[in-house]
């Protein structure tokens, strides 16, 4: 499912650009300490390298490019175990531009939406693996949007995603935006096929979602707005979750700090896929 009318893409490319870390946890990061600097992106970095590894045989010369790389927690737990592999990022903000040059050698370039851009990055591979977190639901044409990503990959190559376990009734607020695309695991299952993709893994991850055991709790959540569906539902990350990793936690490398996100099935809060193409 879309929103409609669906925003205009130069005005999504700049908000990207300028906008979308400039507040809350989005634009935390302590580039001291990183990438030791969040429990929860160092987590999210080293469960989904353990979903790639569970369902590809990644090489350790492979490509791996991520779109969205953000801050660049998750190019940095492959660099954990893969010290030979080549890492790649996409990323619009400059400021986190600056993080990701943390990352030893990583190539990095510009907002995969704008052509130019693109073609620089596509030029440096093709890509054995490409990472998709948190980025499938913002484009404004999501089939153009992969059909992209699919002419840099290698043959035989896969995309790992994830992406928000969302229902079509929580489309009714503002709560999800710049949300423009909204799956579940059905719709997700067909999307990625009718693009010609191969599912390998496709499974519900992160913190479960428990409904109460209320008759009249549940009614109340059957027409309550989304943002109070998600406070009452979604299971509370520890406090310390934000925080920077203890020494122990630095030095186990396949340790992931915070369980739930390695976890997978139920009713939990993200979608994860592994998508063979070629």
Same mark, same amino acid.
């Given at each position: ?146 059909? $992209?990503?699919?002419?840099? /990959?290698?043959?035989? =190559?896969?995309? +790992? !995603? ?5 229902? %079509? @009734? #929580? ?15 059905? $719709?997700?299952?067909?999307? /990625?096929?009718?693009? =010609?993709?191969? +599912? !390998? ?5 992160? %913190? @479960? #979602? ?69």
């Amino acid at each position: 499912m879309q929103i409609h009318p669906v925003p205009d893409p130069e005005a999504l490319a700049d908000f990207y650009r300028r906008d979308y870390r400039r507040g809350g946890f989005n634009a935390a990061v302590d580039s001291t300490r990183f990438p030791w600097d969040c429990r929860n992106r160092v987590s999210r970095g080293r469960s989904l390298r353990r979903l790639a590894e569970r369902h590809f045989d990644l090489t350790d010369e492979a490509r791996v490019l991520e779109i969205g790389a953000g801050f660049g927690h998750n190019l940095a737990a492959f660099r954990e175990t893969r010290p030979r592999c080549r890492l790649f990022a996409s990323e619009a903000d400059p400021s986190c531009r600056v993080t990701l040059a943390k990352i030893e050698g990583v190539r990095i370039g510009g907002d995969w939406s704008v052509p130019d851009d693109r073609r620089a990055m596509t030029s440096l591979g093709p890509f054995e693996m490409v990472l998709l977190v948190h980025v499938l639901e913002h484009p404004a044409d999501p089939s153009g949007f992969l059909r $992209s990503v699919r002419s840099a /990959l290698a043959p035989g =190559g896969v995309v +790992v !995603l994830e992406v928000p376990s969302e229902s %079509p @009734r #929580l489309v009714r607020t503002s709560n999800n935006a710049p949300h423009i695309c909204f799956f579940e695991i059905p $719709s997700l299952a067909r999307f /990625l096929e009718a693009q =010609g993709g191969r +599912v !390998l893994a496709l499974e519900t991850c992160g %913190p @479960r #979602l428990t409904p109460p055991r209320s008759h009249l709790k549940r009614l109340v959540l059957a027409t309550a707005p989304a943002w109070f569906i998600r406070r009452a539902s979604r299971r509370k990350a520890a406090a310390s979750s934000r925080t920077a990793l203890a020494p122990a936690e630095i030095a186990d490398r396949d340790l992931v700090p915070i369980a739930y996100y390695d976890e997978y099935g139920g009713e939990r809060t993200w979608l994860r896929a592994v998508v063979a193409f070629g």
